[in-house]
């Protein structure tokens, strides 16, 4: 994980409890939960410490981008306090700092899940053979495909379903085949 050189001296800033008092530090915290859960409640940063607004400010930015990036790197409490100490990050707020991202790390990782843009991804596939004899007023005697793939994107999933012959079947298996033969070429590079 990798911060930027003003996050890491802000956060090392905020340690200090002559800029930042305790009280103040704790709401802090419990307002970063707030807004990064999306459940602000009316809450202000403002009421936190409303002499000092502008390091309020930056110390919301500086501890919610400790926050995600440590859960999209899914780091545990040890990680963190190992990064920390490795950016010369010392102090006894590290403990409730830490500890209030391990208390979070779900709901952080949930949100991110759901703000983010990626593709479905299929967790699933069905398929049915059907002999279809009959079209109509003409015999076909051709053997059909229902298939039903579950995609899962933001904790739902979704279905697609489609049907198609043995020759459609084995075009899709080939290009898929050859999408992973692709991308198995890429990560070589």
């Not at 930015?61 to 990064?83: G, M, P, Q, T, W």
């Not at 005697?141 to 579950?150: D, K």
């Amino acid at each position: 994980m990798e911060l930027a050189k003003e996050i890491v001296d802000g956060l090392a800033s905020i340690q200090n409890s002559n800029i930042l008092p305790e009280e103040a530090f704790l709401q802090l915290l419990d307002i970063i939960m707030l807004y990064i859960s999306k459940n602000n409640n009316g809450k202000s940063i403002a009421t936190v410490h409303p002499s000092k607004s502008d390091l309020i400010k930056a110390a919301v930015a500086n501890v919610s981008c400790l926050f995600i990036e440590a859960a999209r790197h899914d780091y545990d409490e040890e990680s963190l306090k190992h990064f920390l100490h490795n950016e010369h990050i010392n102090g006894h707020r590290i403990e409730t700092l830490c500890s209030t991202y391990i208390n979070n790390k779900q709901n952080i990782q949930t949100q991110l899940e759901l703000t983010g843009n990626s593709l479905p991804h299929i967790v699933d596939i069905d398929w049915r053979l059907h002999h279809c004899v009959k079209i109509s007023t003409r015999f076909t005697n051709v053997p059909i495909y229902n298939i039903r793939i579950s995609t899962k994107e933001c904790n739902q999933v979704r279905h697609v379903i489609f049907t198609c012959t043995i020759q459609q079947l084995q075009e899709l298996v080939y290009k898929l085949k050859d999408a992973i033969r692709h991308i198995e070429k890429m990560s070589n590079i």
